[in-house]
């Protein structure tokens, strides 16, 4: 079964409103990170947060955690069209990485 | 090259039919990961490979399923007596250690008639 749970499953705003994507997860964690998909290939690495962090940004992304409450939450600001994708986030868990089911983004031009 | 490298990018076989899939890591990347992913769902763990350390090989779906990292680098998933269930996109990921980025290939979309 999948560690991380994303949700929504599916998130359409307008281009300029900003996104947030929540993960959930069930065991303990050594960091979580974030992942965009386009098109349905190969995903490329957005940002990492350790287990002993509680909030990280870059860019336009802000990644908050809470292993109290085993969530994560991924904000992305001042969204644009291009950001339309799938992301997903991944848990370093048991000496192996585990993605969730993601939540699909489109950003309306 | 400069990133993960997988071969085929697509493959179309017949039921019954053995495949093989090929994943040429990032050099030095001591980490190698298989997931599969069916259209619109996530991405499902298959495989990981960590040095010379035995593999996890805990999300192989079943015994038709099996992989190999030769020298510790490029490394190949094979699916015997292929069923339609398999159509999906194999990913392949490294990673230099853990915890760390994964670098992902483009996948190897596999379709099974």
């Known amino acids: 079964s999948q560690q991380g749970e994303e949700d929504p499953q599916a998130l359409s705003i307008q281009e300029g409103e900003n996104a947030t994507m929540n993960c959930s997860y069930k065991t303990s964690i050594n960091n979580l990170q974030w992942y965009r998909q386009n098109s349905g290939r190969g995903l490329v690495h957005l940002i990492l947060?350790?287990?002993?962090?509680r909030e990280k940004h870059s860019g336009r992304l802000r990644v908050t955690l809470d292993t109290s409450k085993k969530s994560s939450s991924l904000l992305i600001t001042a969204s644009r069209a291009a950001d339309t994708a799938s992301y997903f986030c991944?848990?370093?868990?048991?000496?192996?990485?585990?993605f969730g089911a993601g939540t699909r983004l489109f950003v309306k031009a | 090259g400069a990133g993960v490298s997988q071969s085929p990018s697509n493959k179309v076989t017949e039921k019954g039919k053995d495949v093989e899939l090929r994943c040429d890591p990032i050099?030095?990347?001591?980490?190698l990961y298989w997931y599969r992913q069916s259209l619109g769902q996530g991405l499902e763990f298959l495989i990981y490979?960590?040095?010379?350390?035995?593999?996890?090989k805990s999300g192989l779906p079943s015994d038709r399923f099996s992989a190999e990292r030769t020298g510790g680098s490029v490394s190949t998933l094979t699916i015997q007596r292929t069923q339609q269930e398999d159509s999906a996109v194999y990913l392949c990921a490294s990673s230099f250690g853990r915890p760390g980025e994964l670098f992902f290939g483009e996948g190897s979309r596999l379709t099974v008639l």
């Open positions: 991944a848990t370093d868990a048991s000496f192996k990485t585990i």
């Open positions: 947060i350790r287990s002993n962090e």
């Open positions: 050099s030095g990347h001591t980490a």
């Open positions: 490979f960590q040095g010379n350390s035995a593999p996890d």
